[in-house]
């Protein structure tokens, strides 16, 4: 039954909230109080009069008008208690209790609850005494000029003052003359880029919301006195994933953790104002709603039903609705004032054009607006928000301006440059320290200046040691060099990804000494600069440094005088970092008997390897441009081949620092070196191939090269890019940390000297058994021909699979033709639900109890994934038996995986039912789904390895892992497909048809190896 839903406040964001709730099928109506002339009688939205300021009296209204619903927008309103009066008397309300509203209310309340919990903020001392404030001031050897009024009467929230004297002032003003509160709040003013960062939560879970950054001055080129905001922008661009995953998780989640450990459970929307300092994120204030305008210009990118995340907040499920964003989308809001503002601004002026506005697709949201004789006048100091979505930041900052171009009122006050700070910084972004929390993502935060006075020739910079937060470092130095990496790219004519490569190369180094990198310099020795690949390498090699946390200061170019030949170059790269003199490094001495090996995924081949790579290319037929094994279509041999190497910085770090880990060591020395350079003399290891996926590049490579497995092991890495030693009791603890992260396996154990020093059993099986398809020529056809974007995958799981984490990280992978758009479980609270969530993964619960019928219970699925535009579905673990007019419908677009078994079990327990029966578990095959089961439509079969049966359903899930992401990317990138006969079609030659006509052509045959029933 649709609800009802009141709104309380009159300014844009109301509008904005009101706006969005309405789109909502749920919602039969929606009442703004008191509102303004956007929300009066516009749709399902109107404007009530009831008076917000008697608790009392907006119970009884919301009783009368049956409310199902009530979201409170001023915060004034929230410290007064009206949610928890509202909940006391059984209305649903959105928005925190008294207590927890403080953090936005109180300036002083909140700086002690951030001192108490050790969360980084401005340096500040609360007054009662203006003589004490002054004298606080004065004496400070920091910029004590932010002023903030604490009181009943407060009305002015902060005075940023130019200097000690006018801060001095500010206070006078505050207390001596009472104007605004009875207590003075005096901060350091801090120096950096300030962004505003929400959450939606319900007391536990935190869904992250797209960061805004606002323009608080008056005036363009961030001049004139600051205001509420005169404008925003959504997403901030130039902010790093590292940075933002550091605020969500070190930031926005500590707070709401640390609220419930004080009895004050958080529920509703929660903004921190941030600022972006040298030292690290350091916090500004709060807001206990969206801010105004950030409002404007987040909820236009909220692709799902904001009423159903709200009742989920409420409820205490977020975690099975957690908010989804619309992708590639930028918002840009432009505020318009009245004339005087942010001081007494004019009233009653009409506005015009607005229907013009509208017109031209944009939104606009009222503020200071009102009705008057059917006309829309200006009855406050913001008076409108002018909103574009577009593709990208300049263009909606375009349209947004263009809108505000056909508005009109008498003295109108705007900026023509919002976002523009944002457009500069795209070229430059920003570099902020998170090293101050121990569990987060470590990330950049240099300063550093080319040192004056430098000869020409050479090249130098100053690094702050001090800056970067440590006490007592030691400094931990490497270089590397490509070697004949470099020379396949320049065959190529692809140099884009090798400077990733060379930082990766010397980070990783760093990394199995315990070190932070801090900054990267490179030198360039070449025949006759190229203008266009200096550039091109030196933007490869800055995006690495900003994902390796470290800074790039810059690089040193010689031009080689002849015999060089013109084309040829080489590159090396030169990498310092830090650690703290009393930080353990890993030490091989540190393995014992028993320890475990886990690899890193890196479908990288590393430069050392090269040597042997480029033998390979000269005696193969193909060459760097054939199509690459197992492509989508539009990558070619060369491209595979450069995939850059993985810089595991971020992700590790903490786990490196946190006492659990014994060794790391990367593996760019092949397999064998690397794991080698962990082990004492008296130990030995050994490896299980079967146990990680392994690249179809190196599958290739071991073929087409007619390579031993030792080779292969010495050579290559053959698909792990580090290894790390755990003890045994912690391994699956430390797993489970990486692979929130990336891809990672456990792989072998230390063990007992035995004939080699490490061992790694399988691994001509394994490479065969992952060997791609056969390759096809240029001139080759295929059907279906397959495109450059990615198929939109749902997951469907019901607590019971493994899958889902293998598939969301090969939908991450640079190469994948799938993108995870949709997690559904029938069952709410599974740990499915919260992988996507902490993925970024759009989730729903749709539980099967509450539908009187399999049908409806199929149509609900069938809605909500066309909602999301899905084209491919995978099962994992799903638990429910789907009706035939949903496999009908998706016919060849379902996958599951299942064990493979002799001979076929249609019913039960696949898992235990053989060992009762005498049927016998020879894999799992992953198979399209079909109303009646075929062997012809498997996909991909993986062994089980060993044949212990106590262990037959981990086995399982192991092999589970390895066969379906390989399988879905086969399915995604059109290289697989269901045939109308209901058999499995493969993208292969047909070498009867190429002799005969010189055509190739698509044929449906099963492939090799899979005759075993799904």
Known sequence: ????????????REHALAWKLAQSPQVQHVFVAPGNAGTADNGKISNSAVLVSNHTIVTQFCKDHNIGLVLVGPEALLEAGIVDDLRAAGVRCFGPCARAAQLASNSSSSKAFLERHGMATARWRAFSSPQEACRFISSTDFPARVVRARGPAARKEVTIAASKEEACRAVQEVMQDRMFGEMVVVEELLQGEELSCSCVTDGVTVASVPPAQPHKRLQEGEQGPPTAGMGAYCPVPQVLPALLEH??????????????????????VLQAGLMLTKEGVKILNFKCQFGDPQCQVILPLLKNDFYEVIQAAIDGKLCSCMPAWSENRTAVCVVMASPGYPGDSDRGTEVTGLLQAEALGLQVFHGGT??????VVTSGGRVLSVTAVRQDLMEALAEANRGVATIHFQGATFRRDIGHRGLWLLRQPLYVSTSGSPDVLPAPHIWAKPAEGVPRGGFAAFFDLKASGYHDPILVSQTKGLGPKLQVAQVCKRHDTIGQDLVAL???????????????????????????????????????????GCAFLGEEVTEVAAPCPPGHCELAGFVVGAMERGQRLLGLQRAQEGDVLLGLGSAAVPGRSFGVVRRILLTSSLHCSSPAPGSCGDTTLGDVLLTPGKTFSPALLPILRSGHVKGFAPTA??????????????????????????PEIFCWLYKEGNLSAEEMAQTFPCGIGAVLVVQKELAQHVLQDIQRQQEAW??????????????VENLAEALQLSSPQQLSSSRAETQPQPGKRKVKVAVLVSGAGTALPGLIGSAREPGSCAQLV??????????????????????RVIDHKLYGSRSEFDSTIDRVLEEFSVELICLSGFMRVLSSPFLRKWKGKILNASPSLFPHIKDGNAQQEPLESGFKVEGCTVHFVLEEPSAGAAIRREPLPGDSEAALEQRLQEAELRAFP??????????????????????RQRQEQEEGSGEAAAAPQEPEGLRAEP
């Not at 500590?254 to 450990?261: A, F, G, T, W």
């Not at 397999?671 to 996926?693: C, F, N, T, Y």
């Not at 949709?822 to 989730?843: D, F, K, M, Q, Y």
């Open 370 to 375: 009102a009705l008057k004789d059917g006309r």
């Open 669 to 694: 020395e092949g397999l064998l070196g690397g794991i080698s350079r962990l082990l004492p003399e008296h130990l030995s290891a050994v490896l299980d191939a079967l146990s990680w996926k392994i």
């Open 822 to 843: 949709l997690v559904i479980s029938n069952r709410p609270g599974v740990e499915e639900l919260r992988s996507a969530a902490r993925a970024g993964i759009p989730t």
């Open 247 to 268: 605020i969500r998780g070190a930031i926005l989640q500590h707070l709401v953790d640390s609220l419930r450990q004080e009895g004050a459970a958080y529920v509703g």
């Open 506 to 548: 010397c980070v990783n180094e760093l990394l199995a000494q315990g070190a932070e990198p801090l900054f990267f310099l490179t030198h360039l020795a070449c025949g006759k600069l190229d203008a266009e690949v200096l550039e091109t390498i030196r933007e490869g090699i800055a995006e690495a440094c900003r994902s390796a």
């Open 1 to 12: 039954m649709a609800e009802r839903v009141l709104v309380i406040g009159s300014g844009g």
């Open 746 to 759: 456990l792989i072998g154990k230390v063990v007992a000297p035995s004939g080699s020093h490490v061992e």
């Open 966 to 987: 390989p399988a879905l990317q086969l399915v995604a990138s059109g290289a697989v497909w269901l045939g109308a006969h209901g058999r499995t079609c493969w993208r």
